[in-house]
Nanobody, 118 residues
Framework: QVQLVESGGGLVQPGGSLRLSCAAS????????MRWYRQAPEKERESVAL????????SYADSVKGRFTISRDNDKKTVSLQMHSLKPEDTAVYFC???????????WGKGTLVTVSS
């Protein structure tokens, strides 16, 4: 059974930092492109950051470029999102996603809430 479990969310003041982690199990982690998505209240889910299976390519949404950093550890089966200079508009539930192009396998975590507020 595939599981993606996010952690690290919480309440942080504007300008602060948080590090989100996603632990994967039940899958061949190195086969999967990993993404972080987020969904703010009454908004659609949006892609925040992507890292390819080997980590050779990374991309970010324009809204987080220069502030967020995605990384992965294939040995530990984890993907992380380091977030700096957080803004109130970063408030959302953050989801970990694993997608394997071969076989079009797609899995989601249950999300972790990030609240940026003074």
């Amino acid at each position: 059974q595939v599981q993606l479990v996010e952690s690290g969310g919480g309440l942080v003041q504007p300008g602060g930092s948080l590090r989100l982690s996603c632990a994967a199990s039940g899958l061949t982690f190195s086969d999967y492109i990993m993404r972080w998505y987020r969904q703010a209240p009454e908004k659609e889910r949006e892609s925040v950051a992507l890292i390819t299976n080997t980590g050779s390519a990374i991309s970010y949404a324009d809204s987080v470029k220069g502030r967020f950093t995605i990384s992965r550890d294939n040995d530990k089966k984890t993907v992380s999102l380091q977030m700096h200079s957080l803004k109130p508009e970063d408030t959302a539930v953050y989801f970990c996603n694993a997608w394997a192009p071969i076989g079009n396998k797609n899995y989601w975590g249950k999300g972790t809430l990030v609240t940026v507020s003074s």
